[in-house]
C-alpha cells in the first residue's frame, strides 16, 4: 500500500493533510529550574573539573584550552537555553488507551504507546527532582527501549497518574507482549 | 504478574510431594573420568614418550590443560551428586549446590523453548543438554534452566512434554529425514502454503545444509584471530616439545632479504590462508546437517534448526511469538549476494552470541529471501513488495554527516602535526576519511525504504550492512517519531517502531515529513489516531507537530 494513499484525502472539497498534533498538557513551571540544575550538575562540573586542571597544571593548558572552551559554551547553552527550549517543547497526554509525549530540545521526540502494552508504570523521582516537589511518570512496555518518560510532572500529579494508569492496565488481559 | 522463573535457597511448601525427583544421567561420570584421562594424556606423551624434562617451566602450558581438564570433570561429578530436577503438571523444577543449595522453578505455561545441544563428550556418550528458556531477561542470555545432561531419549521426551508436541510430529519428523531434496526447494517455494500446513501433522522442510555455502564464510576479519589463536596456540606447543620456529618464521619474513612489502604481503597471505581454513572447517563442523524445518504440534508450530558435526544444536522457536524476520547483507559482499536471517521472535535473546535467532548460516540472498517468505507465510510476500525511497534531503543528511566527521578528522590531525606530534602528510588521512565517508553516505541512501504490507511493516536502511526488518503491525508496542535540528531543516523525521521481540526497536530513518507520519500512523494500528487531526492543505503552512 503506498503511503501516499493516506496523506491527501480526496472525499472532501479541499485537500487535507494529516497532522500530528501536540499533546495537550505542558509541564510544571518548576521543571525549569530541574533542567538548569541539572545542567550545572552535569556540563557544569565537568567544566569545573577542567577549569581546575588548567588553572592548577600549567604544562597541561595548551592541550586542555580547546576542551575547556568547547565545555564552557556547552555549559552556558545547556542553562541558558536548554530549559527554555524544552519547556516550550516538553508536552504530554494520557488517553484512556494509550500516553503520548513530546519532548527534547535539540532533537525532538514524539512517542506515543498503547496502554494495553504497558507493563509497568512508576513515578520515579530522583534527588534533584524530589527538593523541587517533582516527579518522573515512567511507563515501560514489553519492548527494552518502549519505555515513556514523562519528566517534570508535580509529585502528586505524576503519583494520581500512576494509580490511574496502573488501575487501567490491570483491567486489560494479556501479557502485553 | 508472577515470575517465569524463581529461585530460591529452599523449595517452597511440598504440594507436590508426591512426584518423584530424578538424577542427571549416570554417564557424566563416566564422561568426567574419560575427560580427567585426556587432559592428562599431554602431559604424560610429552614426560613418557618424548622425554622433556619434568619442570614447571617447559611443562607449564600442558599442565595448564590438565589442571583446568581435571577441576572440570570434578566439579561435574560433585554437581551430578546433587542436583536433582522434577517435571510437575505446573512447574520444571531443579535442585543443586553443593555448598549452597540451590532451587529453581520454571512455570511450564511460560517456556518458550526447549533446546537440545550437545558437545562431542555428550554424544560419545548418548547424552544431550537441554536448555530450557522462559523468555527471561537473565544474565547475559542465560537459560531459565539447563539440564547438563540426561540421555538423549530423555531429553527427546522432556522436549515433547514440556513443549506440548503431539507424538505425530515426532513420527513425522523421523520421516523426514529419508525425504529427498526437493522438499526444501519446494518448502522455500510456496510459503502461502507454509502456513497452512499447520496443524496437518506434517514437518516441512524449509532449507537443507549446501556445503557450497562455505564459500561465504571463509573470508571475514575473524579469519585473522582465528589465525592468531591457532598460531600462537601452535607455537606453545612445539616450544614445549622443544622445538622453536622463531628462526624459521624470521627467515621467511626477513626485511632485508624480500623487501618490506614482500614480507607483509606474505605474512598476510600466510595467516589470511591459514585462517580461511580454519574458518572453512568451523564453518563445516557447526552447521554440518542444517536443516530448518516447520514441526506442528498440538497448539502450535514450532520453527525447529538442527546442526552440527561434533557439536549438534537444535533450537525450537514456538511460531507463536515469531514477529517478523531481519535479512542483513553486508555492504562489501554485496556483489556476491551475502546475507544472514534471522528471525524477530519474543523469548529469543538478540545479544547472545549463540544466536539463537539466526535460522539460516550466512549463505546466499537467493535462498535467504524465499526461506524468509516461507517462514513468514505471509501472501503478498513482504519482502517482494517494492519499498518507498526516501527524499533527496536523507542523502544531503548522510554527506552533511560524512562531511563533519572527515572535517573534525582533518581538524584534529593538523592540531596534532601543527605541535609536532604526528608528520604532516597524516593530514590526508583526513581526505580519505571523507572520501570513505560520501560513499558510505550514498550506500546508506540507496539503502533506505519503507513500507506497509498488509500486515507487516518493512523498512531498510545500513551503510556498512544493509538490514531489512519485516515486522507484524500488531506487535508493535510503542512508535516514536524523531526530529533533529538538521532533519528539521530537511524536512525529514525518523520513525521508529518499538517492539518486545528482537533488538527491541526498529528505525526507518529520515523519512519525507508528512510521508513519516502517515507510516508512524500505519504501523501501529489505531496507536495515533486520538493524536492526528487533519487540516486543510494550503501552501506554505508548517507540518507536524509545531
Redesign the interface.
Known amino acids: 500500500m503506498d503511503p501516499d494513499d493516506d496523506l491527501t484525502d480526496s472525499s472532501g472539497d479541499a485537500p487535507t493533510l494529516l497532522r500530528l498534533r501536540p499533546p495537550t498538557n505542558p509541564v510544571d513551571p518548576r521543571a525549569l529550574r530541574w533542567w538548569r540544575l541539572r545542567a550545572l550538575c552535569s556540563a557544569g562540573l565537568v567544566t569545573a573539573v577542567l577549569g581546575v586542571t588548567t588553572w592548577l597544571w600549567e604544562p597541561g593548558r595548551p592541550w586542555l584550552a580547546v576542551p575547556l572552551v568547547a565545555a564552557a559554551l556547552w555549559t552556558v547553552a545547556r542553562v541558558t537555553f536548554e530549559p527554555r527550549i524544552r519547556y516550550a517543547v516538553h508536552r504530554w497526554e494520557t488517553t484512556d488507551q494509550g500516553i503520548y509525549g513530546l519532548s527534547g530540545w535539540v532533537v525532538r521526540e514524539w512517542r506515543a504507546a498503547p496502554l494495553s502494552r504497558v507493563q509497568t508504570v512508576d513515578a520515579v523521582r530522583g534527588p534533584l527532582e524530589q527538593a523541587l516537589g517533582l516527579a518522573t511518570l515512567r511507563v515501560t512496555t514489553a519492548s527494552s527501549s518502549g519505555a515513556v518518560n514523562i519528566v517534570g510532572l508535580d509529585k502528586d500529579l505524576a503519583a494520581e497518574l500512576a494509580e490511574r494508569l496502573t488501575v487501567i492496565t490491570e483491567q486489560i488481559p494479556g501479557d502485553a507482549t | 504478574?508472577t515470575d517465569a522463573v524463581t529461585e530460591s535457597t529452599s523449595p517452597p511448601d511440598a504440594g507436590t510431594a508426591d512426584v518423584p525427583w530424578s538424577r542427571l544421567s549416570h554417564r557424566t561420570i563416566w564422561v568426567d573420568l574419560a575427560q580427567t584421562l585426556l587432559a592428562l594424556s599431554p602431559t604424560a606423551l610429552a614426560v613418557g614418550v618424548f622425554g622433556v624434562d619434568p619442570t614447571l617451566d617447559a611443562l607449564w602450558p600442558l599442565l595448564g590443560v590438565a589442571v583446568v581438564g581435571v577441576l572440570g570433570a570434578v566439579s561435574n561429578v560433585l554437581r551430578w551428586i546433587f542436583t536433582r530436577y522434577r517435571i510437575t503438571p505446573e512447574y520444571v523444577e531443579r535442585r543443586s549446590g553443593v555448598f549452597v543449595r540451590r532451587y529453581r522453578s520454571v512455570r511450564r505455561d511460560r517456556i518458550r523453548s526447549v533446546d537440545i545441544t550437545a558437545r562431542l563428550r555428550h554424544r560419545v556418550a548418548g547424552l544431550r543438554v537441554v536448555l530450557v528458556g522462559a523468555g527471561q531477561?537473565l544474565v547475559s542470555g542465560e537459560s531459565a534452566l539447563r539440564l547438563d545432561a540426561v540421555v538423549k531419549a530423555d531429553a527427546e521426551a522432556l522436549r515433547r512434554e514440556l513443549l506440548a508436541t503431539s507424538e505425530v510430529a515426532a513420527v513425522s519428523a523421523e520421516e523426514v529425514a529419508d525425504d529427498g531434496d526437493g522438499a526444501a526447494a519446494d518448502g522455500a517455494a510456496d510459503g502461502g502454503a507454509a502456513a497452512g500446513a499447520a496443524g496437518t501433522g506434517h514437518t516441512e522442510v524449509l532449507a537443507r545444509f549446501r556445503p557450497w555455502w562455505v564459500v561465504y564464510n571463509v573470508v571475514s576479519v575473524w579469519m585473522f584471530f582465528s589465525a592468531a589463536g591457532l598460531l600462537w596456540g601452535a607455537y606453545w606447543l612445539v616450544r614445549t616439545f622443544g622445538y622453536d620456529p622463531m628462526p624459521w618464521v624470521g627467515d621467511l619474513l626477513d626485511p632485508d632479504v624480500r623487501g618490506l612489502p614482500a614480507s607483509v604481503a606474505i605474512a598476510v597471505l600466510l595467516t589470511g590462508a591459514i585462517g580461511a581454513v580454519v574458518m572453512a572447517v568451523n564453518f563445516f563442523t557447526v552447521n554440518w546437517g542444517y536443516e530448518l524445518a516447520r514441526v506442528p504440534g498440538q497448539k502450535t508450530t514450532q520453527l525447529r534448526t538442527r546442526h552440527g558435526l561434533f557439536t549438534t544444536r537444535e533450537v525450537n522457536r514456538d511460531e507463536r511469538r515469531l514477529r517478523g524476520v531481519y535479512l542483513s547483507e553486508p555492504l562489501l559482499w554485496r556483489w556476491m549476494g551475502m546475507a544472514d536471517t534471522q528471525v524477530i521472535t519474543?523469548g529469543l535473546s538478540a545479544f547472545s552470541p549463540s544466536q539463537p535467532a539466526a535460522i539460516l548460516p550466512r549463505g546466499p540472498v537467493s535462498v535467504a529471501r524465499p526461506v524468509a517468505a516461507a517462514v513468514l507465510g505471509a501472501d503478498p510476500d513482504p519482502l517482494g513488495a517494492p519499498l518507498?525511497r526516501h527524499p533527496r534531503g536523507a542523502l544531503r543528511r548522510r554527506l552533511w554527516w560524512a562531511t563533519w566527521v572527515a572535517a573534525v578528522v582533518t581538524v584534529t590531525l593538523g592540531?596534532l602535526s601543527f605541535?609536532d606530534i604526528l608528520p604532516a602528510t597524516l593530514i590526508w588521512c583526513g581526505a580519505g576519511v571523507w572520501l570513505v565517508g560520501l560513499v558510505l553516505a550514498v550506500a546508506a541512501y540507496r539503502a533506505l525504504g519503507?513500507?506497509?504490507?498488509d500486515d507487516y511493516l518493512v523498512v531498510r536502511s545500513g551503510a556498512t550492512s544493509r538490514a531489512t526488518v519485516v515486522l507484524r503491525r500488531d506487535?508493535v508496542?510503542?512508535?516514536?517519531?524523531?526530529?533533529?535540528?538538521l532533519q528539521?531543516r530537511l524536512g525529514l523525521r525518523s520513525v521508529t517502531a518499538?517492539?518486545?521481540?528482537g533488538w527491541?526497536?526498529y528505525q526507518a530513518p529520515d523519512i519525507g515529513r508528512?510521508?513519516a507520519?502517515?507510516?508512524a500512523?500505519?504501523a501501529?494500528p489505531?496507536?495515533?489516531d486520538?493524536?492526528?487531526?487533519?487540516?486543510?492543505?494550503s501552501p506554505g503552512q508548517p507540518?507536524?507537530?509545531?
Open positions: 504478574m531477561q519474543t518507498a592540531w605541535n519503507h513500507a506497509v504490507v506487535s508496542s510503542t512508535i516514536a517519531l524523531r526530529e533533529s535540528i528539521r518499538m517492539t518486545a521481540a527491541g526497536a508528512e510521508d507520519l502517515a507510516f500512523v500505519e501501529a489505531g496507536l495515533l486520538p493524536f492526528v487531526e487533519r487540516v486543510p492543505a507540518l507536524g507537530g509545531d
